[in-house]
């Protein structure tokens, strides 16, 4: 089992920029990989952003390509969603997401791909 904290939530005034983190914990060996997902109130959950667990390639959603960036620190088993240049089309419900599946690069995008989420952390951003 992995339990997945997120935080760094909050408002922020549009063009401005959060940093999100991911804190995993419990069987950690068995991560391939972290992802980020979003909702917003209405719609369904969607992908943003997804980083192997040991390295390789970033995933990123076409709507947030060159504004957010997805890091690592394995040493303190976190991930984060650096996000800059914010929409308020960007207001949602933010999740961190881990998987076991060895293959999960060809799925990065879909949810069915992750097994453990965390419970989001709010982002807000006014016109």
Known sequence: QVQLVESGGGLVQAGGSLRLSCAASGRIFSIYAMGWFRQAPGQEREFVA???WSGGNTYYADSVKGR???SRDNAKNTVYLQMNS???EDTAVYYCAATR?????????KGATYDYWGRGTQVT???
């Open 68 to 70: 957010f960036t997805i």
């Open 101 to 109: 599946l060895v293959d999960w690069t060809v799925v990065a995008y």
């Open 125 to 127: 951003v006014s016109s």
């Open 50 to 52: 997804a980083i192997p």
């Open 86 to 88: 914010l929409k308020p």
